[in-house]
């Protein structure tokens, strides 16, 4: 079955602080790898997207990292700031297939 | 910029009742979806369209119709509205070119009382 496992479910840091989200998954074979950032009451926003191969992609202080042999994906937050606080959505793309992780919820505290 | 925007961030109804949630988006997409996320379950693809007029069942299709008359517009119909339909209803639309990245709507808080 193709699934993409994301760890932690939850996480809190303080603000400055980084921190690091993991995305495990099992599609195969896979188009593209996307981070979504998704605030509040808010729809998702993506953040980057990977191909095969690709191993890293940054978007400000937002940096992925894709291992294809591994299937794990990871998103690093440098400096956090409170504005970080949000769900952050792993999603595995292939052939006219999308699948969205269940999302980590990161809170960012002063 | 893409704009995908839904009729209404928040919606109550009561069981029974038909709702019609309206999706639009700017940028001549082909691709249009509804999904619905719950907390925990991430988001569940309920239907989506690749042209106008065709509509492909997604993977929690029941208690759910779509229609797509225009290109630009992306109709999901709850016939008779439940207490297990409330949730959060994410409208996205994407190219088919590319990287396929879908661009999402706002949101539509849905709650059936």
């Known amino acids: 079955k193709n699934q993409v496992e994301q760890s932690p479910q939850s996480l809190i840091i303080l603000e400055g602080k980084n921190c690091t989200l993991q995305?495990?998954?099992?599609?195969?074979?896979?188009?593209?790898l996307r981070w979504y950032k998704q605030d509040t009451g808010r729809g998702p926003v993506s953040l980057t997207i990977m191909t095969f191969s690709e191993n890293t992609k940054s978007n400000g202080r937002y940096t992925a990292t894709l291992d294809a042999d591994t299937k794990q994906s990871s998103l690093h937050i440098t400096a956090s700031q409170l504005s970080d606080s949000a769900s952050y959505i792993c999603v595995v793309s292939r052939e006219f297939k999308t699948i969205f992780g269940a999302g980590t919820r990161l809170f960012v505290k002063a | 910029d893409v704009k995908v925007t839904q009729s209404s961030r928040y919606l109550v109804k009561r069981t029974g009742e038909k709702v019609f949630l309206e999706c639009v988006q700017d940028?001549?997409?082909?691709?249009m979806f509804w999904y619905r996320q719950d907390p925990g379950l991430g988001l569940r693809l309920i239907y989506f369209s690749y042209d106008v007029k065709m509509k492909e069942k997604g993977d929690i299709p029941e208690g759910y119709s779509v229609s797509r008359e225009k290109k630009e517009r992306f109709s999901l119909i709850l016939e008779s509205a439940s207490t297990n339909q409330t949730s959060m209803y994410l409208c996205a639309s994407s190219q088919t070119s590319g990287h396929n990245e879908q661009f999402f709507g706002p949101g539509t808080r849905l709650t059936v009382l």
């Open positions: 995305c495990n998954y099992t599609v195969s074979p896979f188009s593209n």
């Open positions: 940028m001549d997409h082909e691709n």
